[in-house]
């Protein structure tokens, strides 16, 4: 039971990134078009003003309905095959239960009156693409994704026969969803009320709890991370009210991601909103896991580290520019699990640091994405110079804690390992002579994305053992029938800084150049 709650919640956290790849690209078109529209910057009168407003205009719209866009991109990541079919059910889907939920208020006589759509706010009722429905925000899309996927996974290739076989396979889905939606537009009316009091309740724990909270929040963001779980803890602070309410000009923000660019665009804010708080876990990309790099350095052992420098400069700079750690954290995760504990911690106690001293910054991804989207806000109302300045401090401290550590316990880190061990990540090269050696198979053509696909195929068990394909900002996720025959070995002889495996789910992590790997995998198993 344990291990089929485990498996669901890795296929949902799997699901969830779809959308969530695409937010940052919006949160930077946001941050340029508030340069455009800053007078400060472009000038008083400038037409660069009406030009950004103009673009904000049409970027805002995916921010102010990420219910839908959730509903279609998870229900797209749950879906084992017919992908596109399965988004445009989604997007079907959601149509349908925005009617039958308004039919049902007004049926019951449950609709709200008003004058302003603002005038909703806290009444457990919103409007959504024109329809007054139930309040359920981003969770609403979730959920639907969710169900939309379950169902077309089973009757997908359903084939119905004679005159009806045309209202089979992928239209058999739908079919199958109206009367379910139906039944949960109704059902929801009832039950989403106390369903909200208990998230607003878990939202005022972390809220209210003041420190501790903060602390809690920052260490499983990152110490879940090896499970790709960490997705389910930063999501819903982000982008339901979970994360904070917020009405600027009649216009109401959920979830602190969306406040922060509902503020950068109105320059009559001057000092960012609280729930900036749910922002700042990126200091530990851009300084923290410098620290640590120059600990292992440190602490190497002097022949290996010219050949560990080699191996810490490109992972630290995935890091330090677009906010990638894996690279770097999984140099150390699994030959210092215990490092891992205190590097969680650490995150945690320095985002306790950052909120307690006022900062207001969007702070998650690296030093790129930091820059982009704090300096056109201001220094008065992000206050983003205190972020760099506990970031360094941050970086000193795990360059001392991280070196005492490893010295006082003796911790196989990079650079310290037995002296047989050479310091490197496995190459293609490796596994291909590793192939030769096992099984006697001519060694695979280095350099070509082809040749790379199918070594990573291989590795996986061959096609038959392979169910799903799909990644991250930064892994390979894939659910294979059997884990047992997966080569971890040759997985990383591919160039993956690291392999995980949770039940038939398998995470290969290739950091930044992983779509073009999921790329090629594709192409391959289609061919």
Known sequence: MKDKVVNGMQIFAKAIVVPVLFLPIVGLLLAFTSILGNPMIVGEGSSLINVGKFMASGVWPILTNLGIVFCVGIAMGIAKEKKAEAALIALLSYLT?????????????????????????????????????????????????????????????????????????????????????IVLAVVFSYVWPFAANGIRATANFINFSGSIGVFLYGFLNRFLIPTGLHHLIYTPFLYSNMGGELTLNGNTYFGAYNIFFGQITDPSVKLFDPSAKFLQYGMVKVFGLVGAALAFYKTAKPEKKKTLKALLIPAVATSFLVGITEPIEFTFLFVAPFLWV???????????????????????????????????????????????????????????????????????????????????????????????????????????????????????GGRGNIETVDNCFSRLRIKVTDAGIVDELGLKGTGASGVIKNGENIQVVYGPKVNGVRNAVDKYLAG
């Open 97 to 181: 239960f925005l009617g039958a939920n308004n039919e049902w208020l007004k049926l019951t006589g449950k609709l709200i009156k008003y004058t302003n759509p603002s005038e909703l706010q806290g009444t457990g009722q919103t409007i959504v693409l024109g329809f007054q429905i139930i309040d359920m925000g981003v969770f609403l899309g979730m959920i639907l994704g969710v169900v939309v996927a379950l169902v077309h996974n089973k009757f997908c290739n359903k084939e119905l026969p004679g005159a009806i076989s045309l209202y089979g396979n992928t239209k058999l889905v739908y079919i199958v969803l109206v009367p379910i939606l």
């Open 342 to 460: 205190v590097h969680s911690a650490l995150d945690g106690i320095f985002e306790v640091i950052t909120v307690l001293s006022g900062v207001r910054t969007n702070g998650m991804g690296g030093i790129i994405e930091f820059l982009t989207f704090n300096l056109p806000a201001g220094i008065g109302r992000t206050r983003w110079p205190i972020f760099v300045g506990i970031g360094l401090v941050q970086l000193a401290t795990y360059y001392a804690v991280f070196t005492f550590i490893i010295k006082k316990f003796n911790l196989k880190t990079p650079g310290r390992e037995d002296d047989e061990v050479e310091v490197k990540l496995f190459t293609k090269k490796d596994y291909k002579e590793k192939m030769s050696q096992t099984s006697g198979e001519t060694a695979i053509a280095a350099g070509q994305d082809t040749d790379l696909a199918a070594t990573i195929v291989e590795a996986l």
